[in-house]
C-alpha cells in the first residue's frame, strides 16, 4: 500500500494503536461486533440526515460536511483528539490537492449532550508532518506481520481488544 491509499480511518488509528492501524489496513476486521464502531455510525448517520447528503466521496476518503469555509468532520466524543486532528489534516490536504482550500472543523457531541467544536488548519509545519506520517503508516502496513499489541485502558473498548488480549 502507498501514501495514496491510505484512509482517515487508517490515520486515526495509527495515532490510536499501531496494532489496529496494521490489522484494518491488512483486511483483518473485527468493528462489526464493536457496540462503540455500531453508535458512532448511527451519530454519523443522524447529521448526515441533518445535512441531507452533506457527506462527500473523493478519493479514499469520505467527508461529511463541506462548506465554503470549512471541511467538517463529526464524531461521537473527543476521547483521541489527535487521531482525529490527524485524520482532517489528511483531508485537508487531499482537498488542497484537488485545488480546495479550507480550514477544518471538528464537532465532537457529547454524552451530556454539549457539542464540542476544534478547528484546525493545514499549515506548512502539519503538511510537512503530515507527509512524514505519511510515509511511516506505509512502512508500517506493508511489514508481514502486525506490531505486537501494547495493552492500555483504552483496549478494553476496541473491537480488537479479543484479537490482541485474549
Request: proline share 3%; with cysteine.
Amino acid at each position: 500500500m502507498n501514501n495514496e491509499a491510505i484512509t482517515g480511518t487508517l490515520i486515526n488509528y495509527y495515532f490510536h494503536c499501531k496494532t489496529q492501524c496494521w490489522l484494518h489496513a491488512n483486511r483483518i476486521n473485527l468493528e462489526d461486533n464493536s457496540e462503540d464502531v455500531r453508535i458512532g455510525k448511527v451519530l454519523h448517520e443522524i447529521e448526515e440526515e441533518k445535512n441531507k447528503k452533506a457527506e462527500i466521496a473523493i478519493d479514499n476518503i469520505k467527508i461529511d460536511k463541506l462548506t465554503k469555509e470549512y471541511l467538517t468532520e463529526f464524531k461521537k466524543s473527543d476521547s483521541d483528539p489527535e487521531a482525529v486532528k490527524w485524520q482532517v489534516l489528511l483531508y485537508l490536504y487531499k482537498l488542497k490537492q484537488k485545488g480546495i482550500v479550507r480550514r477544518g472543523r471538528v464537532q465532537y457531541h457529547e454524552k451530556s449532550k454539549n457539542t464540542k467544536i476544534e478547528i484546525l488548519e493545514l499549515d506548512e509545519v502539519n503538511e510537512a508532518k503530515l507527509l512524514k506520517v505519511l510515509e511511516e503508516i506505509t512502512t508500517l502496513i506493508n511489514q508481514p506481520f502486525p506490531p505486537t499489541p501494547q495493552f492500555e485502558k483504552k483496549c478494553k473498548k476496541c473491537a480488537y481488544y479479543e484479537y490482541c488480549f485474549i
